[in-house]
């Protein structure tokens, strides 16, 4: 319920005031290969839809790591609804492929991955979290795909290389 502003007077006392605060909630679960393999030192970020000069965007919560067994906790989080999205350890599985031009293997990788298992963002499905509550079970199964080393050099014309920022109000 919504509270109910008080003034006092200086000097005035007011007892017997009860204020009730709203717990925090959290998200928990685990992050795997998808076969079942533990994804370790991932980052695991929450999401959510803001409002601001009326246009919606989403916006960064909270963020934690994963444990060596792919657990994560994400706390203090008011009443809302999360996107939860994972991201691997950065260059956790280019250190382990063959990236020169010789190899014949596919190169493959995980990808950063939404809750339950999109790489889509569209495909996400939001978590719901009450007022103190404890949700867990949201389980992420990263996404695995074939990826591939670009060599090159980008060669723009000097306007393109004006900062977009200085167009911007």
């Given at each position: 319920?919504?509270?109910?502003?008080?003034?006092?007077?200086?000097?005035?006392?007011?007892?017997?005031?009860?204020?009730?605060?709203?717990?925090?909630?959290?998200?928990?679960?685990?992050?795997?290969?998808?076969?079942?393999?533990?994804?370790?030192?991932?980052?695991?970020?929450?999401?959510?839809?803001?409002?601001?000069?009326?246009?919606?965007?989403?916006?960064?919560?909270?963020?934690?790591?994963?444990?060596?067994?792919?657990?994560?906790?994400?706390?203090?989080l008011?009443?809302?609804?999360?996107?939860?999205?994972?991201?691997?350890?950065?260059?956790?599985?280019?250190?382990?492929?063959?990236?020169?031009?010789?190899?014949?293997?596919?190169?493959?990788?995980?990808?950063?991955?939404?809750?339950?298992?999109?790489?889509?963002?569209a495909?996400?499905?939001?978590v719901?979290?009450?007022?103190?509550?404890?949700?867990?079970?949201?389980?992420?199964?990263?996404?695995?795909?074939?990826?591939?080393?670009?060599?090159?050099?980008?060669?723009?014309?000097?306007?393109?290389?004006?900062?977009?920022?200085?167009?911007?109000?």
């Open positions: 319920s919504a509270g109910s502003p008080v003034t006092l007077q200086p000097g005035q006392e007011l007892k017997d005031v009860q204020l009730k605060a709203t717990p925090f909630g959290v998200i928990a679960g685990t992050i795997r290969e998808a076969d079942g393999e533990p994804v370790a030192n991932a980052t695991v970020s929450l999401y959510e839809w803001s409002l601001e000069k009326g246009r919606r965007h989403i916006v960064g919560v909270n963020s934690s790591q994963t444990d060596d067994l792919g657990a994560c906790r994400v706390a203090g008011p009443a809302g609804k999360y996107y939860v999205f994972a991201r691997p350890e950065w260059g956790r599985d280019w250190r382990l492929a063959d990236h020169s031009p010789k190899s014949d293997t596919r190169k493959e990788a995980l990808v950063p991955t939404f809750y339950p298992a999109a790489i889509d963002p495909a996400a499905s939001l719901e979290v009450a007022a103190g509550a404890r949700v867990t079970g949201i389980d992420v199964v990263m996404a695995r795909t074939q990826v591939f080393s670009v060599r090159g050099v980008v060669d723009a014309p000097a306007a393109a290389h004006r900062s977009s920022r200085a167009d911007r109000p």
